[in-house]
């Protein structure tokens, strides 16, 4: 279970909020303090007030993968290969054991013809690919995406969300905007001028939203 | 007209006259190539791109960090040739007008930004992906506000699914070529790259008469 | 040349022959001929061009002041050429390959992060320049003099920006200190004989410079 206790960062108050296994999705307008909530449950920053504990350990303390919504930002490396055998290498694994890692993912993403591309040379979708490549190599407990969907196309979004499930990590956390990848979640949050509004499961949640636009139009249409 | 580069081609061929189109296409299928060629800010292989009597014409960038030219956001306004006031009021953004553009999130950026090209009166107007970073009650006000667009040329470039305005034609660029479906309604239906929504839509025979959110929400609701 | 150590050893032998004086920059314009594809990787033209109409500048200055106009002119050219050249030839992923067999798995790796990420950073600032300069052409504003400070501060607002992203990566990415890393280089026979070009150029540069420094010494001992 992710615990979260009085948690508050700026004008971010999320109070009280225990988060299951499975994969998360948060929602809520720009500006509702969404990545905000992503960062601090990845310990890129730390709470002014309450705890956040991801299976009683902080976030630090835990192997966490990361992307953030910008695809060129996601990036420390100028070409594939380099970039996806970062985390190993920081790591120190053992050369021939980090080569080996690489090339299992990229042929877990489908990706093994982009290892020897430079990162410019690639697509938006195909960055985003590299980086949950990175995300994942090495194995992590925890996956947390910021957005990662907001410029990729439906049929990679298909893609990426069958990876995710069989990713084998305990918690997935995301954000994102399009509602029919929300409603694919075991549980989902929505925030709104840094408050938690709703959570729940999809057919908990989205019920509550049938008067907004951020009720499903799949579920409006039967499907 | 025909553009080349390391692992990517496009070659187009078609008119764009005056109302509003919608060239859709995968991640990396060249929307953004085409946009950029269109506006005359790459070069391209062979072929010819003519603007006749075109007079004002704009590109509004995939990213919208991309345009920040001025400190505050009174100085973008003043860059682009539209009043603080006019943004303020038509499209409600709340900044304030000497906040540094960097102050704002990705998604409130994108907001300003749209409405700063939606308040001018361009002949030629581009949109890159200009859906990517917005929330869904952001996405409706823009399709919204595009849809009243009653004179020049719009082309939008998207692979947005769900909030999409009234367009007048549909184009969609597959395996490197620009292809015209021709003019809405009929276009709806050979549109191969059309949302998963969309086509379901299309199979139960319930063809909506644009693919604005209200037109599909109609065909829905139809029995 | 594929192998960075060799094409570095190389640049460092023929800028400083370059620097020394004129026998050795016009060496290392001649092997610049000989061994490398000259202008064919240079992409940036007006870059080159703007370089080039500087050191002409300073050269016909200093040409009229005293004279050394035209040794100066030879020597930067020489420098500037080489210098494009390696920046041209440059793969991603070489420098951290070549700082980590010169400096080990925990600063040698540091530097070659460092240095990976300097190599990323200055063709996103490049990227970025190119947007700003779109977005000025396409508000109808013209690129003036005084556009140069708010163009910098959003230069540096952009990088600052992507620093901390960097940061917050790396982070999150497991980096402490170091990594580890087995580089692997591909040379061929081509690049010992460019190699030893350039040993022969600094050789060229140093002689007239050692008798220079012998007939010195001679001179002090005479007055002594």
Redesign the interface.
Known sequence: MIEIRNLRYGSLQVGNLDLPRGITTVI????SGK?TFLRLC???ALPDAGTILIDGKSPRQR????I???P????????V??EIA??L???????DD?DRSVQRIADRLGIQNLLS?????L????KVLVALA?ALV?EPEILILD?YD???????CSHLERILLESGCDYILRCT????TAVKSDNLVMLEDGRLIHTGTPRDVFPLLTA???YP??W???? | MTVAR???SLIADGTFSEGIHLVS????SGKSTLAFAIMGLISWDSGTISRDSIGPAMLSF??PEYHITGMTLEEECTSWGVAWEEIFSSSGFHGQRDQSPFSL????L??FYVSCFLNRHDDLLLLD?PF?????????KVCDRLSYRTTGITIIFT?E???LPKVDRIWEITDGILIDRGTVPDAITRWSGA???IK??IREGKIPSNIS?AD??EA??RT | MQDVRIRICASVLLCSAAFINIYGASAALVWWLLFTPRFVIIHRVRIVISMLIVIGIISLILQLNDGSGFSYFMRMLAIVLIGLWLAAAYQ??EF?RFFVWMGG?HIG?ELG?MA??A??SF??LLSDLDHIRMSLHMKGIPVTIKDIIPTANLLIHQELA?AK??A?????????H?????PVFIYDRMDIVALLGALLVAVIAIFPFVNFLYSGIEVFRGLL
Request: one cysteine or more; aromatic letters at 10%; hydrophobic letters at 30%.
């Open positions: 809520g307008r720009n500006g990545t990845a310990g890129i192997e966490i993968g990361w953030n919504e910008f060129d930002r996601n990036m420390l490396f100028s070409n290969r380099d970062s985390p290498r920081f790591r120190y694994f053992a050369p980090a591309r430079q990162i410019q040379s697509s938006g979708g195909e990175a090495f957005e907001s410029h990729l196309d439906e049929k990679r905007q399009q509602m029919e907004t636009l951020f139009l799949s409006r249409a039967g499907l | 390391d692992h990517f296409g995968d991640v990396g995939q990213f999130s990705r998604g409130e994108a907001q992906e990517g970073s917005l929330d869904c009650e952001s996405k409706k692979h699914r769900t909030f949302p998963s929504l379901n839509l959110y599909i929400l829905v609701c | 991603p992923g951290l798995n790796f992060v990976e990420m190599m990323q063709s996103t992507r992203d960097n917050e990566l790396l982070a999150i990415r497991g980096y402490h170091g990594g580890r890393l087995t």
